[in-house]
């Protein structure tokens, strides 16, 4: 997959192609019935995307699925031969729709698929009516129905408010696979260390999911495998008034791994947090949750 930064890339006057619009975030099975479509075109498929995430232009607390490297490693999978990624700014954020059509009239864009609730320009007053009027006959534009789950549209923000309330098999059958987190190891108060049961913090922007603890799967930068227990909260049977963290015990692993990028896959939620009378029950308790988490990943990794 080519991958450019700007819709006037020459790799774009070249060879003919069809465009698919959209944030992407997920990439969960509407996007991908998108991108099937634009495959069904028989030409090569271009995705056009926006980086940052609109949703955190406009609000610096948004949390989105998928960063930029996953977005684009899904993407791939997906068949996608040309990733464009557009920087989302003030600029573009004030295009109007007509200001927007023309920044997408590129020389080789023979098609453009959108989902038929596609919105855009300033205050989001485009649609595909408006892409239709425009491109007249010079560029086909076609509307794909959004995919459902019952009679719900399956979307990004529905996947995350699953996330965001620990939901995590809800979660993992919209998108279509286990929810990966990509994030940074970096130091914590070294609290598991001294009860037996030593953790990674990690750092992401990426949306965290509801606090409790989950079993889940990590894959190391080495691409190395592991199983491990997440734990997600406030650690209240420690401190009174801890910030939120996220931390994860690496089952069958020692070592040093400060700086490292982690990728973790949540499998299951298995408990919610609790506050333990003293250590001794924590200790316990983390004991139960790691045998209840091998059996569950018993079938992935060891």
Do not use: W
Not at 140 to 148: D, S
Not at 150 to 169: E, M, T, Y
Not at 179 to 204: D, F, M, Q, R, W
């Amino acid at each position: 997959m080519i991958r450019v930064n700007t819709l006037n890339d020459e790799v774009l006057k070249s060879d003919p192609f069809v465009m698919v619009i959209g944030n992407f975030d997920g990439v969960h099975p509407g996007h991908l019935h998108l991108i099937e479509t634009a495959k069904s075109q028989n030409l090569n498929v271009a995705a056009l995307t926006f980086d940052p995430h609109p949703g955190l232009f406009f609000n610096e607390d948004f949390k989105f699925l998928t960063d930029s490297d996953l977005k684009s490693k899904y993407l791939m999978k997906a068949g996608v031969d040309i990733l464009i990624t557009v920087k989302f700014d003030r600029k573009l954020a004030s295009l109007t729709p007509d200001g927007f059509a023309r920044m997408i009239n590129v020389s080789e864009v023979k098609k453009i698929v959108v989902g038929n609730d596609f919105r855009f320009g300033n205050d989001r007053t485009g649609d595909i009516n408006f892409l239709r009027n425009f491109f007249g006959n010079h560029v086909e534009i076609i509307g794909v129905e959004p995919v459902k789950t019952g009679n719900v549209k399956l979307s990004s923000s529905r996947i995350r408010d699953f996330i965001a309330s620990g939901n995590i098999l809800e979660a993992t059958s919209q998108l279509g696979r286990r929810y990966c987190v990509h994030g940074e190891v970096v130091h914590g108060a070294k609290i598991g260390s001294e009860l037996g049961y030593p953790t990674v913090n990690l750092e992401t922007l990426q949306l965290i999911p509801g606090d409790g603890v989950y079993a889940v799967l990590i894959h190391t930068s080495d691409n190395r495998k592991f199983s491990g227990a997440a734990s997600i909260g406030n650690r209240s049977t420690i401190f009174e008034n801890s910030s939120r963290v996220f931390e994860v015990h690496i089952l069958n692993f020692d070592g040093i791994i400060y700086g490292e990028k982690l990728r973790v896959k949540f499998v299951e939620k298995i408990r919610e947090q609790k506050k333990y009378s003293d250590l001794e029950q924590l200790k316990y308790a983390i004991q139960m949750d790691i045998d209840k988490i091998r059996d569950i990943l018993i079938d992935d990794y060891s």
